[in-house]
């Protein structure tokens, strides 16, 4: 990333889009060298391991959109995701609070903790075939989100929508089995429709 833009124009990016491989390295350029990064498309990106720690504790592995990886970088307001992805980690977009638009595609088969916690200006969401499950508050505090659909293949979510306070329609999936404590607390739904094979509803 950095031969291909060069240092001095970093700063000044605020489109970008990758094809080829990227690793911790282009991570860590992305994080702390462009703070005006506004949309980035990693469709035909192929993310892959090194050793190196984009953030502390943290480093690229392949086809994974790592813990930590994008959090907090408050500019970014459309992301679309590498077409090959398997997993969205911890925190991995948590604090982004101008992401508007998020693009998954199938593959994805876990959404970690606290993934997308707190972006606040994403208004629609759709999660695709293939994620099975959605970890503890992965959405927590997306306060303008309204509306989720989710499609066929996931079975589990975990507090996934807590204080998502905007939240009115939301399609779950006729696979979905267990629904944990609080998933939607503090939402404003006026109404769900239960999937049949629905086996479990958490506390709160």
Known sequence: L???IGEEKLSYTTHLTINGTINSY???FMRNKMPNL???DLTEAKIIANPYEYYQGYHSEDHRVGGYMFADMQKLIDVKLPKNSTYIGVVAFAGCTHLKNITMYPGITNIDRNAFLSCT???KLEIPKEV???DYRAFENCTDLDTVVIQEGLRMMDAAFYNCCNLNYIKLPNSLEEIKGQCFAGCKLE???LPSNLLTIGHG
Do not use: G
Request: proline letters at 0%; charged letters at 20%; a neutral charge.
């Open 132 to 134: 099975i499950t959605i």
């Open 191 to 193: 109404n769900i429709e």
């Open 121 to 123: 200006a994403l208004k």
């Open 38 to 40: 506004h949309h980035l």
């Open 2 to 4: 950095l031969k291909a």
């Open 26 to 28: 282009d991570i860590m």
